[in-house]
């Protein structure tokens, strides 16, 4: 540590005012107030502060992803780590260049934003195809709207959606069969011309063709699907650590679950030939690892508790309709994103009628 | 009653409920001005020799409340600025300050009534008393739509209700009907931690027959002892008259002014922290030395003095040499030294965070030992809604913060921002260490300066209009 201190103060002259590497001066604070808590003061009162900060505040998101991150390495294989890398990078240098062409410091939601992205790509996407999608959804999604905390929509969704527009055939097929038994797939590198790990349906599609997996495994993880979407049971573990740290709010992911649950549940009991049984849907996809990770992102929801019931009722229906009702096979993309441009009104209202019931107090 | 938001912030460092006197200082330093007043018409001359209670200074802009003389002693005016300096310090008997004839002259114009509000003034007690919404001293010859008496005091350290009561109980009951005395039929809003407390018991025993007095239970999270939440809660309307609060030590001047007819020269101050090695109450006047207080309580160097609490109170200025009148008590904390490595991974596991992260939330509610680390560095708001989670006054943070950052002043005020308590919990939560607490309160200033103008404004076109129809 005490090595750590000396050099930090050996090359901050370079990177302030004068020095040699003065346009990197957000990337060496970065590096320095990563590894020693920030030096500043409170200047005013409160002047004490709680612990919490952003950097923390989205560790923690990390954390969570980590069950689903080693489970998708023992049943899809060592690429994961490459296409984590690769999102990692790209995403890292876009936000790097926007902080120093706006002069301010590296934000941290990119951490989360290259962390999630990955998770939600078929398990052998192109690595180029990777970047790409995170360069436009850091770009088009985040900085364009003025950084972390500004934007409109999840990043990594829009990523994702450009992906799924401009290279369709490869969104949909590049699946992996779950490798099963012993040290599953951890050590093997697969790629999408290994002819015998590639699948091309995920519960979702055999579902359009009329098969209906087994619930058991989508709770175990042994089917195929995006990276981070297969275990059902590690995504809760993972997501209900989040819900104690009260980085997502359970508000969110209860009126998800419990919506798209019950409209599930109507549909297959109208017609249980045509549509799948709740519980199905609810394991199926990337309906708990979009209701637990992407749309429990704080910037992109509704701020107000009231506001965050409707929008996971929003959600949950469009993602189900979306699978029933249109040629989609999935929906929790379009869901979120569409929750997305929503929440913004739903506050609107329910700040309204906050403030109406304000306008007569003190 | 609903209560929402509010935080129980748990604190190393807290005060015990013992009370201890002071030794007798040889010189007291008193500030001519404080939070609320400017003690600008002085009324002695250097060399003068005053007797205790006497006139020191007056505040001409708050009804000419008086700066009391806490014990004889000598006036210096040139030895420090901004400060009366008394030397030469003997404990005499009290000199109140009252006169005769001029008490006999209210007699003739106002009748008793107005012997009592004379007497609150000029001994001393009326600086204890406040307008729930505004925070200033209310007229003392007005008639209030409600007294909120809280005998609670939730800000870690602050000089806590029960230490003052501390075998005081008559003295307190007594109080409360020399207030009631003051009033035509209006309510008196007793507040207690716990009303079917031992303590609360007795006080009902000992008001039993007073209709008047009601007795009201808040939970016990900072900032529900707040006058302004309390007034909103009780319904209470600001166009509708002044609503009078006071402390437990206001209601306790009330009496001492009244029924013994003495000036009010003492406080009861809290030294806490986590730098004082045994947090305490202590007896003092104001005007008493506070680097004798530091020397006596706070351990090491390098920490930071805050007059009052840690979470709305102000850093003592370098220069401060004494206690100032309305001061509560002294919160003595760490100022940031090492910089912690990895600090961000950290807490959680070893220490209580709003947010309950990592261990914590598992953990039952231990003390925290605060320093004044920011703790972060300043970001963009996340939308996270901590703030308005723990909104006593249940306004929106982080809208009116959205409002203001695009400077649309108008919107922050539809917003309400002026409900705001400045209780400082939104900037102790956000993890984006944004500065709510002081945006408010530059917010609100700019606000009233606004409507001031529109005002005057509005004022100067009825005239002339007044004016070109003539």
Same mark, same amino acid.
């Given at each position: 540590?005490?090595?750590?201190?000396?050099?930090?103060?050996?090359?901050?002259?370079?990177?302030?005012?004068?020095?040699?590497?003065?346009?990197?001066?957000?990337?060496?604070?970065?590096?320095?107030?990563?590894?020693?808590?920030?030096?500043?003061?409170?200047?005013?009162?409160?002047?004490?502060?709680?612990?919490?900060?952003?950097?923390?505040?989205?560790?923690?998101?990390?954390?969570?992803?980590?069950?689903?991150?080693?489970?998708?390495?023992?049943?899809?294989?060592?690429?994961?780590?490459?296409?984590?890398?690769?999102?990692?990078?790209?995403?890292?240098?876009?936000?790097?260049?926007?902080?120093?062409?706006?002069?301010?410091?590296?934000?941290?939601?990119?951490?989360?934003?290259?962390?999630?992205?990955?998770?939600?790509?078929?398990?052998?996407?192109?690595?180029?195809?990777?970047?790409?999608?995170?360069?436009?959804?850091?770009?088009?999604?985040?900085?364009?709207?003025?950084?972390?905390?500004?934007?409109?929509?999840?990043?990594?969704?829009?990523?994702?959606?450009?992906?799924?527009?401009?290279?369709?055939?490869?969104?949909?097929?590049?699946?992996?069969?779950?490798?099963?038994?012993?040290?599953?797939?951890?050590?093997?590198?697969?790629?999408?011309?290994?002819?015998?790990?590639?699948?091309?349906?995920?519960?979702?599609?055999?579902?359009?063709?009329?098969?209906?997996?087994?619930?058991?495994?989508?709770?175990?993880?042994?089917?195929?699907?995006?990276?981070?979407?297969?275990?059902?049971?590690?995504?809760?573990?993972?997501?209900?650590?989040?819900?104690?740290?009260?980085?997502?709010?359970?508000?969110?992911?209860?009126?998800?679950?419990?919506?798209?649950?019950?409209?599930?549940?109507?549909?297959?009991?109208?017609?249980?030939?045509?549509?799948?049984?709740?519980?199905?849907?609810?394991?199926?996809?990337?309906?708990?690892?979009?209701?637990?990770?992407?749309?429990?992102?704080?910037?992109?929801?509704?701020?107000?508790?009231?506001?965050?019931?409707?929008?996971?009722?929003?959600?949950?229906?469009?993602?189900?309709?979306?699978?029933?009702?249109?040629?989609?096979?999935?929906?929790?993309?379009?869901?979120?994103?569409?929750?997305?441009?929503?929440?913004?009104?739903?506050?609107?209202?329910?700040?309204?009628?906050?403030?109406?019931?304000?306008?007569?107090?003190? | 009653?609903?209560?929402?938001?509010?935080?129980?912030?748990?604190?190393?460092?807290?005060?015990?409920?013992?009370?201890?006197?002071?030794?007798?200082?040889?010189?007291?330093?008193?500030?001519?001005?404080?939070?609320?007043?400017?003690?600008?018409?002085?009324?002695?001359?250097?060399?003068?020799?005053?007797?205790?209670? #006497?006139?020191?200074? !007056? =505040?001409? +802009?708050?009804? %000419?409340?008086?700066?009391?003389?806490?014990? @004889? *002693?000598?006036?210096?005016?040139?030895?420090?600025?901004?400060?009366?300096?008394?030397?030469?310090?003997?404990?005499?008997? #009290?000199?109140?300050? !009252? =006169?005769? +004839?001029?008490? %006999?002259?209210?007699?003739?114009?106002?009748? @008793? *009534?107005?012997?009592?509000?004379?007497?609150?003034?000029?001994?001393?007690?009326?600086?204890?008393?406040?307008?729930?919404?505004?925070?200033?001293?209310? =007229?003392?010859?007005?008639?209030?739509?409600?007294?909120?008496?809280?005998?609670?005091?939730?800000?870690?350290?602050?000089?806590?209700?029960?230490?003052?009561?501390?075998?005081?109980?008559?003295?307190?009951?007594?109080?409360?009907?020399?207030?009631?005395?003051?009033?035509?039929?209006?309510?008196?809003?007793?507040?207690?931690?716990?009303?079917?407390?031992?303590?609360?018991?007795?006080?009902?025993?000992?008001?039993?027959?007073?209709?008047?007095?009601?007795?009201?239970?808040?939970?016990?999270?900072?900032?529900?002892?707040?006058?302004?939440?309390?007034?909103?809660?009780?319904?209470?309307?600001?166009?509708?008259?002044?609503?009078?609060?006071?402390?437990?030590?206001?209601?306790?001047?009330?009496?001492?002014?009244?029924?013994?007819?003495?000036?009010?020269?003492?406080?009861?101050?809290?030294?806490?922290?986590?730098?004082?090695?045994?947090?305490?109450?202590?007896?003092?006047?104001?005007?008493?030395?506070?680097?004798?207080?530091?020397?006596?309580?706070?351990?090491?160097?390098?920490?930071?003095?805050?007059?009052?609490?840690?979470?709305?109170?102000?850093?003592?200025?370098?220069?401060?040499?004494?206690?100032?009148?309305?001061?509560?008590?002294?919160?003595?904390?760490?100022?940031?030294?090492?910089?912690?490595?990895?600090?961000?991974?950290?807490?959680?596991?070893?220490?209580?965070?709003?947010?309950?992260?990592?261990?914590?939330?598992?953990?039952?509610?231990?003390?925290?030992?605060?320093?004044?680390?920011?703790?972060?560095?300043?970001?963009?708001?996340?939308?996270?809604?901590?703030?308005?989670?723990?909104?006593?006054?249940?306004?929106?943070?982080?809208?009116?913060?959205?409002?203001?950052?695009?400077?649309?002043?108008?919107?922050?005020?539809?917003?309400?921002?002026?409900?705001?308590?400045?209780?400082?919990?939104?900037?102790?939560?956000?993890?984006?260490?944004?500065?709510?607490?002081?945006?408010?309160?530059?917010?609100?200033?700019?606000?009233?300066?606004?409507?001031?103008?529109?005002?005057?404004?509005?004022?100067?076109?009825?005239?002339?209009?007044?004016?070109?129809?003539?």
């Amino acid at each position: 540590m005490k090595i750590l201190r000396d050099i930090f103060e050996k090359v901050s002259p370079s990177f302030h005012e004068g020095g040699k590497f003065k346009a990197f001066k957000p990337v060496y604070e970065a590096m320095e107030n990563f590894f020693f808590a920030p030096a500043a003061r409170t200047v005013m009162a409160p002047h004490v502060r709680d612990p919490i900060d952003v950097k923390r505040f989205m560790s923690m998101v990390i954390i969570g992803v980590i069950p689903c991150v080693l489970a998708s390495l023992y049943f899809y294989g060592l690429q994961i780590i490459a296409m984590i890398i690769v999102s990692y990078a790209v995403g890292g240098v876009v936000e790097v260049i926007f902080a120093m062409v706006r002069k301010e410091e590296i934000n941290e939601g990119f951490l989360v934003t290259g962390m999630l992205f990955p998770l939600i790509l078929p398990p052998t996407l192109p690595l180029w195809m990777v970047g790409v999608g995170v360069a436009f959804g850091v770009f088009v999604g985040k900085e364009l709207f003025g950084g972390t905390g500004r934007n409109l929509f999840n990043p990594a969704l829009i990523g994702r959606c450009f992906l799924a527009l401009a290279y369709p055939a490869a969104m949909s097929s590049n699946w992996v069969a779950a490798g099963e038994a012993g040290v599953g797939r951890l050590m093997q590198y697969v790629t999408a011309s290994s002819v015998d790990a590639i699948s091309s349906a995920t519960p979702l599609v055999l579902a359009k063709q009329g098969s209906v997996v087994e619930v058991s495994h989508m709770i175990l993880g042994t089917t195929s699907g995006s990276v981070g979407e297969t275990s059902g049971a590690l995504i809760i573990i993972g997501g209900v650590f989040l819900l104690f740290t009260r980085v997502a709010n359970w508000r969110t992911v209860v009126s998800i679950l419990l919506s798209a649950g019950v409209m599930a549940g109507v549909l297959h009991h109208s017609d249980p030939g045509r549509f799948a049984p709740a519980l199905w849907h609810l394991f199926a996809g990337g309906m708990l690892f979009g209701a637990f990770f992407m749309a429990t992102d704080p910037v992109t929801s509704p701020v107000t508790n009231t506001g965050k019931w409707f929008y996971g009722i929003i959600i949950g229906v469009v993602t189900i309709s979306i699978r029933n009702f249109t040629g989609y096979v999935e929906g929790v993309m379009f869901a979120i994103l569409l929750g997305n441009i929503i929440a913004p009104i739903l506050d609107e209202i329910v700040v309204g009628f906050r403030l109406r019931r304000l306008r007569g107090e003190g | 009653m609903k209560f929402q938001g509010g935080f129980n912030v748990l604190l190393e460092g807290r005060p015990e409920g013992l009370v201890k006197v002071m030794p007798e200082p040889k010189v007291l330093y008193l500030p001519l001005q404080t939070k609320r007043f400017n003690f600008s018409d002085v009324r002695v001359t250097e060399g003068d020799n005053v007797e205790p209670g #006497e006139f020191l200074a !007056t =505040d001409p +802009d708050n009804y %000419s409340i008086p700066l009391l003389a806490p014990r @004889a *002693g000598k006036v210096r005016l040139d030895v420090a600025a901004g400060y009366i300096v008394l030397d030469e310090i003997a404990r005499h008997e #009290e000199h109140p300050h !009252t =006169d005769e +004839d001029e008490m %006999s002259h209210i007699v003739q114009e106002m009748g @008793a *009534g107005g012997i009592k509000r004379y007497k609150l003034l000029n001994l001393g007690a009326w600086e204890f008393f406040s307008e729930a919404y505004s925070g200033n001293v209310p =007229d003392p010859l007005g008639t209030p739509q409600a007294v909120i008496v809280s005998t609670v005091s939730l800000e870690p350290f602050v000089a806590r209700g029960d230490a003052q009561l501390h075998n005081r109980l008559l003295q307190f009951t007594r109080g409360l009907e020399h207030l009631q005395s003051l009033l035509e039929y209006q309510p008196i809003y007793l507040i207690m931690p716990d009303i079917t407390s031992a303590f609360a018991t007795r006080v009902r025993e000992h008001i039993r027959g007073y209709a008047w007095v009601k007795l009201i239970e808040v939970p016990m999270r900072y900032p529900y002892d707040n006058f302004n939440i309390l007034a909103r809660k009780f319904g209470l309307k600001k166009e509708a008259g002044p609503v009078w609060s006071i402390k437990t030590e206001g209601v306790l001047a009330v009496d001492r002014a009244l029924t013994m007819s003495k000036p009010c020269l003492l406080r009861i101050l809290s030294v806490g922290g986590p730098r004082v090695h045994s947090p305490i109450h202590i007896c003092v006047m104001p005007g008493y030395p506070l680097k004798k207080i530091l020397d006596t309580y706070a351990s090491g160097y390098d920490y930071r003095v805050i007059i009052n609490g840690m979470l709305s109170g102000e850093m003592m200025a370098i220069d401060a040499l004494g206690v100032d009148s309305e001061c509560r008590g002294l919160t003595i904390i760490s100022e940031l030294k090492e910089r912690e490595f990895l600090g961000f991974v950290r807490p959680g596991w070893d220490r209580q965070s709003y947010s309950e992260c990592f261990l914590s939330s598992l953990r039952k509610n231990f003390r925290e030992r605060f320093t004044t680390a920011f703790r972060g560095e300043g970001r963009p708001c996340v939308s996270c809604n901590y703030c308005a989670e723990v909104c006593p006054a249940e306004i929106l943070p982080h809208r009116i913060h959205k409002y203001l950052y695009s400077d649309l002043i108008e919107e922050a005020d539809a917003s309400r921002v002026d409900l705001c308590v400045q209780c400082g919990l939104c900037s102790f939560v956000c993890p984006s260490k944004i500065e709510l607490k002081q945006q408010f309160f530059d917010a609100k200033i700019e606000i009233e300066q606004e409507k001031e103008e529109a005002r005057l404004e509005a004022l100067k076109r009825e005239q002339e209009a007044q004016e070109s129809a003539e």
